[in-house]
């Protein structure tokens, strides 16, 4: 079975930083480019970040272009987006998600 489970969410003042990492489990992780989605309250799923199979390429939305970092470790089946500079308007539940299946998702909430 298919398993992504994100992981590294919580509590951060503006200007923070927190680092989400996602495992996968039930397939071959480095077959597989990997994404990270967020859903904000009352609003729907964004794209944020992708990065291909091998890592050796990500791009990003523009509002996280500079201030997010996806990578990933296909020898640990983990992939990884690096929060910096926080702003409220980045409070969202994060999701990773590879070709039809995503996690759980992991909060993070930006607040002072």
């Known amino acids: 079975e298919v398993q992504l489970v994100e992981s590294g969410g919580g509590l951060v003042p503006p200007g923070g930083s927190l680092r989400l990492s996602c495992a996968g489990s039930g397939f071959t992780f480095s077959d597989y480019g990997m994404s990270w989605l967020r859903q904000a309250p009352g609003k729907g799923l964004e794209w944020v970040a992708t990065s291909i199979s091998d890592g050796t390429h990500a791009s990003y939305a523009a509002f996280a272009t500079g201030r997010f970092t996806i990578s990933r470790d296909n020898a640990k089946n983990m992939l990884y987006l690096q929060l910096n500079d926080l702003k409220t308007e980045d409070t969202a539940m994060y999701y990773c998600?590879?070709?039809?299946?995503r996690g759980r998702g992991t909060q993070v909430t930006v607040s002072s």
């Open positions: 998600t590879m070709p039809g299946k």
